[in-house]
């Protein structure tokens, strides 16, 4: 009996199945396909291609942006990196005894 109130609390906190995230997802592309049979083989060549280059251009700018985020991260000037060398020395002192 314990194993079944303890499925219902883990259940209850942990966050909801994938497959409810994708559903929109996957009905959106069954929509495409579904139109996309009335289109001939070059406009499906083209609507492939123009989805390549949307893949491949928000790849660049999730890149960009996390290089973008690491690079404007907060920078130490000298005096505060002796201050933090003379704390990481005072912590080194209690933690050793």
Known sequence: MKKKS?????????????EIYQLSAKQTIKQILLKSESLNSKEIEELIQKLIEKNSQQQKVKSFNFQKFLLSGPVMDDSQ?????EHKKHFNTWRVK
């Open 6 to 18: 303890e499925k219902i609390e883990i259940n209850m906190v942990n966050e909801p199945e994938p």
């Open 81 to 85: 990196y002796q201050d933090y060398l």
